[in-house]
């Protein structure tokens, strides 16, 4: 039929009739030739056979549609195994099953805090290292300054009659202070609320406590005895051991005059037993200090006898240094005990006779000194030998002298320029230019 051409359809159709009619003839014959089967089963027995194929039939889908799916996968995992050491891929879908079906226990695990990661710094070279240091310490206190300045702006709002509010701000003051105090870097801070006052021309005492800057700062619209009593109430708050979240309870059970009460009795205590032990130290220096003396001159005994002051055999005399005139020796800082050092000739002048008030006034000075490093001092007592500790108290005591005598001459030097200034503004100016003048002098 491939290979068979045709010119009109109608040849092919008639070509395709009697092709098809000679193939029914074959089949018909091929049925003809076949023997034929008798049945075995009448009519109704094969009619009541077919009934229970059909119903065991629909049992068993019953059955299958009765199981979970658990058995279902337990039958399916049963027929896979007797050929899954033929097919890989059988095993790998069962225990993909399995694996997917094992209840998996969530171990129970307590939640970590986020802790807020800081920045290494950079440890390249000291140099990076200390720049960020600075800065880290820069942008510390520029955080401690604008929150006390948002204090401070949301009690200026606040009436004399809002009393819990007060409260509320002078619990975040002290907050504030607790931090300073607990800082290493607490009396930079001070000096920029002192730089403060002086750049908006407000005037305060040079003996202003730390406290009480930071609550001058804080709460401007109050009186000096107002701040002076918060700055109580903060001291003796953090020498008492007060949290600041249990400011409010404790200051509030307690009352401000109550605190007040206790603070003085607290602090008057304190500072008398601080003086007298700063006392002892200062004339133990003193007994040390004699095996190995500034220098030494003899005196008739009977006017030193006039002039010591019994128990503790101290005599103040009024002395006046001169350097001589010896200009071929030079001094070498890096070897004081040189044979050249240039000396200076102290000439004995005055005796003042014993007496009481002068005696505790110079020892009570020099004492008053050494309060702030009672403790280091007593502790160093017993770690380093006489000698040493005595040096060391000789350069303290030095130390502090020279910086109370620095300060004494700027404040009559500025007194002596502000007689002569037109204004306030020229005289801080002037003195601006003066002070740093004398900062370079004194290096």
Not at 83 to 93: E, F, G, L, R, T
Request: charged fraction near 30%; hydrophobic fraction near 35%; aromatic fraction near 6%.
């Amino acid at each position: 039929m491939i290979g068979q051409k045709f010119k009109t359809a109608q040849e092919r159709l008639d070509y395709i009739l009697k092709a098809s009619a000679a193939q029914d003839a074959q089949i018909a014959a091929q049925a003809a030739n076949e023997p034929k089967k008798s049945a075995k089963t009448t009519p109704k027995k094969q009619q009541k056979a077919l009934s229970k194929a059909a119903q065991q039939r629909l049992e068993k889908e019953r059955q299958e549609a009765a199981k979970s799916k658990v058995e279902k996968l337990a039958e399916s995992i049963k027929n896979r195994s007797t050929i899954s050491a033929k097919h890989n891929s059988v095993v790998k879908q069962v225990n993909t099953v399995k694996t997917r079906n094992t209840p998996v226990k969530k171990a129970t695990v307590n939640p970590i805090p986020k802790v807020k990661k800081q920045e290494p710094m950079s440890g390249a070279t000291d140099l990076d290292v200390f720049e960020a240091r600075i800065a880290q310490r820069d942008k510390q206190q520029h955080h401690l300054l604008k929150q006390a300045e948002t204090i401070r702006n949301r009690l200026a709002k606040l009436s004399d009659r809002e009393k819990v509010k007060t409260t509320e701000g002078l619990r975040d003051c002290y907050g504030i202070y607790e931090f300073i105090e607990s800082s290493k870097d607490g009396d930079m801070l001070y000096d920029i609320i002192r730089s403060y006052f002086k750049a908006t021309l407000e005037k305060i005492q040079s003996n202003t406590p730390d406290e009480a800057l930071l609550v001058r700062f804080i709460f401007s619209k109050k009186s000096k005895k107002q701040i002076s009593e918060y700055a109580t109430v903060l001291r003796y708050a953090r020498e008492s051991g007060i949290a600041k979240n249990a400011f409010v309870k404790w200051y509030n059970d307690t009352t401000q005059t109550r605190i007040l009460a206790m603070a003085r009795k607290s602090s008057s205590a304190n500072s008398q037993e601080q003086l007298k032990r700063a006392k002892i130290a200062l004339l133990r220096y003193f007994d040390i200090q004699e095996e190995w003396p500034l220098g030494r001159f003899d005196y008739p005994e009977y006017l030193s006898a006039k002039q010591v002051h019994l128990p503790d055999d101290l005599i103040f005399v009024i002395c006046r240094g001169v350097r001589k005139f010896n200009r071929d020796l030079s001094f070498d800082p890096d070897n004081p005990a040189a044979a050249s050092v240039p000396l200076a000739e102290i000439s004995a002048l005055h005796f003042i006779p014993p007496n009481v008030d002068v005696i505790n006034d110079v020892i009570t000075r020099l004492a008053r000194s050494l309060v702030p490093y009672l403790d280091e001092i007593e502790e160093q007592i017993e770690q380093k030998t006489e000698q040493v500790w005595a040096n060391d108290m000789t350069n303290l005591l030095m130390e502090r002298e020279l910086g109370s005598a620095y300060k004494s001459a700027d404040r009559w030097a500025n007194r002596m320029q502000a007689s002569v200034a037109q204004d306030q503004v020229a005289f801080e100016n002037k003195r601006k230019k003066i002070q740093k003048l004398r900062t370079q002098s004194r290096k």
